[in-house]
């Protein structure tokens, strides 16, 4: 079987014989347009029971996927949990030890990397700093084979530049650009082959953070206007949580939880997703209830809480390790003199130490029975009420269905 990809599509190639044509031996294949499931969602990209072993470390742990087409897809997780290998494998740069990976319905293991619809933009760029901006996006279009005509890549070459942009900048030294816009020039290389997907790897890592987040909005605007698959790596969840359609949490080599930000935001499956993707106050305990669908646990110090299971965790079961999770957003701070409502949960507690970060402030609590709690408050709250500060003696408190119960691992 084969594989070729012409005008964005990937079609297999299979069944060969050779016919007499006119006196000449020609090849001749049945072609397919790759991925005819009849499934409404196309897939883009798929794992099958990918497993990858580098002699003892195991850095992809029979993983099983599928990335929708023209969707923007990320893998987050921390160092070494096997994001950069996932993309390598995708981009062909490493084989499964195990399991297939398709990439438009057909399996492409095995297939050499510039063979395959995909295109990687690296960390660190990889610009050719002998070539002008120009040059260096036109590079892919040089090397194909028949290499289209010199008008053609140029028109090609300043099409992308506005995509990306840098109209203009063409005759640019790659050393004469900023680091955003050298960026820019990366991407632009990537997209001028027009692959199917685009594979990002930690792209915005050399970035400062307001140049991030400016990034960050003009890749999310650069792939809805192109519309192919974006596949991102990254460790920086609040980059995941702003940029993506869908997110694979990973944990030494294996999925934990996929899903959209807010699914995992709302509903994580333990407390390494919650712990993960944003910022969580925990307290730990034991399950000794199990209903449906809430469960009670006892904390450690002795407060019992009532809850439900986020969707999909495993369930917990009496006498397991537990912990209460309360996202610091949900939590309200007064002065010990207001009243609370009916239902709360409420503690006292001392402000240790506020940071105001713009829009919200982020505030430490030290309570006798949880320890440091972190709440953050919105300005506008702020602006209403008086805000604390350091000394001071509050109550903080939350409402009942604020409490998620996850799973201590
Ligand atoms: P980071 O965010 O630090 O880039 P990552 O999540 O992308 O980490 P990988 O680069 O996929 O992690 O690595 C996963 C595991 O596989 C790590 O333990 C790493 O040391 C190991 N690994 C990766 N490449 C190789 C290799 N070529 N040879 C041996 N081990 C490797």
Same mark, same amino acid.
């Given at each position: 079987?084969?594989?070729?990809?012409?005008?964005?599509?990937?079609?297999?190639?299979?069944?060969?014989?050779?016919?007499?044509?006119? #006196?000449?031996?020609?090849?001749?294949?049945?072609?397919?347009?790759?991925?005819?499931?009849?499934?409404?969602?196309?897939?883009?990209?798929?794992?099958?029971?990918?497993?990858?072993?580098?002699?003892?470390?195991?850095?992809?742990?029979?993983?099983?996927?599928?990335?929708?087409?023209?969707?923007?897809?990320?893998?987050?997780?921390?160092?070494?949990?096997?994001?950069?290998?996932?993309?390598?494998?995708?981009?062909?740069?490493?084989?499964?030890?195990?399991?297939?990976?398709?990439?438009?319905?057909?399996?492409?293991?095995?297939?050499?990397?510039?063979?395959?619809?995909?295109?990687?933009?690296?960390?660190?760029?990889?610009?050719?700093?002998?070539?002008?901006?120009?040059?260096?996006? #036109?590079?892919?279009?040089?090397?194909?084979?028949?290499?289209?005509?010199?008008?053609?890549?140029?028109?090609?070459?300043?099409?992308?530049?506005?995509?990306?942009?840098?109209?203009?900048?063409?005759? @640019?030294? &790659?050393?004469?650009?900023?680091?955003?816009?050298?960026? @820019?020039?990366?991407?632009?290389?990537?997209?001028?082959?027009?692959?199917? /997907?685009?594979?990002?790897?930690?792209?915005?890592?050399?970035?400062?953070?307001?140049?991030?987040?400016?990034?960050?909005?003009?890749?999310?605007?650069?792939?809805?206007?192109?519309?192919?698959?974006?596949?991102?790596?990254?460790?920086?969840?609040?980059?995941?949580?702003?940029?993506?359609?869908?997110? /694979?949490?990973?944990?030494?080599?294996?999925?934990?939880?996929?899903?959209?930000?807010?699914?995992?935001?709302?509903?994580?499956?333990? @407390?390494?997703?919650?712990?993960?993707?944003?910022?969580?106050?925990?307290?730990?305990?034991?399950?000794?209830?199990?209903?449906? !669908?809430?469960?009670?646990?006892?904390?450690?110090?002795?407060?019992?809480?009532?809850?439900?299971?986020?969707?999909?965790?495993?369930?917990? &079961?009496?006498?397991?390790?537990?912990?209460?999770?309360?996202?610091?957003?949900?939590?309200?701070?007064?002065?010990?003199?207001?009243?609370?409502?009916?239902?709360?949960?409420?503690?006292? #507690?001392? &402000?240790?130490?506020?940071?105001?970060?713009?829009?919200?402030?982020?505030?430490?609590?030290?309570?006798?029975?949880?320890?440091?709690?972190?709440?953050?408050?919105?300005?506008?709250?702020?602006?209403?009420?008086?805000?604390?500060? !350091?000394?001071?003696?509050?109550?903080?408190?939350?409402?009942?269905?604020?409490?998620?119960?996850?799973?201590?691992?």
């Amino acid at each position: 079987m084969h594989l070729l990809h012409t005008h964005g599509r990937l079609f297999v190639l299979q069944n060969s014989r050779t016919i007499d044509f006119e #006196g000449e031996q020609c090849t001749c294949w049945r072609i397919e347009l790759a991925n005819q499931s009849g499934d409404s969602r196309e897939i883009d990209i798929e794992f099958r029971g990918v497993t990858k072993r580098y002699d003892e470390v195991v850095a992809v742990d029979d993983v099983s996927l599928t990335v929708e087409r023209g969707s923007f897809f990320s893998f987050l997780g921390p160092s070494g949990c096997g994001k950069t290998t996932s993309l390598r494998l995708i981009a062909g740069f490493d084989q499964p030890t195990e399991g297939d990976v398709f990439i438009g319905g057909a399996s492409v293991v095995g297939i050499p990397p510039h063979k395959r619809p995909v295109n990687m933009v690296f960390q660190q760029y990889a610009l050719f700093p002998h070539m002008d901006v120009s040059e260096n996006i #036109g590079y892919g279009l040089r090397q194909r084979d028949p290499k289209p005509t010199k008008q053609e890549i140029a028109k090609r070459v300043d099409e992308t530049l506005e995509m990306v942009r840098l109209s203009g900048y063409g005759k @640019r030294r &790659v050393w004469e650009l900023s680091g955003g816009q050298q960026q @820019r020039v990366a991407l632009a290389r990537a997209l001028i082959n027009r692959p199917t /997907c685009l594979l990002l790897d930690e792209p915005l890592a050399a970035l400062d953070r307001k140049l991030r987040r400016e990034m960050q909005i003009e890749l999310q605007t650069l792939q809805r206007e192109v519309g192919i698959t974006f596949i991102l790596v990254t460790h920086d969840q609040e980059e995941a949580l702003s940029m993506s359609d869908r997110i /694979c949490i990973m944990r030494e080599g294996q999925i934990i939880q996929s899903g959209s930000p807010r699914e995992l935001y709302d509903e994580p499956i333990n @407390r390494y997703v919650a712990d993960f993707v944003g910022k969580t106050n925990f307290f730990s305990g034991e399950v000794i209830d199990v209903g449906d !669908p809430d469960i009670t646990v006892k904390s450690n110090s002795g407060q019992v809480f009532v809850g439900p299971q986020p969707k999909g965790a495993p369930l917990l &079961v009496s006498g397991s390790k537990a912990c209460i999770a309360v996202r610091p957003e949900m939590i309200s701070m007064s002065t010990t003199a207001e009243t609370i409502n009916g239902n709360d949960i409420a503690i006292q #507690g001392r &402000v240790m130490n506020r940071i105001f970060l713009g829009e919200h402030s982020e505030y430490l609590i030290a309570t006798e029975e949880y320890g440091d709690v972190l709440v953050l408050s919105p300005k506008s709250i702020e602006s209403m009420n008086r805000s604390f500060a !350091p000394g001071d003696n509050i109550s903080i408190s939350w409402r009942p269905e604020a409490v998620l119960v996850l799973g201590d691992t």
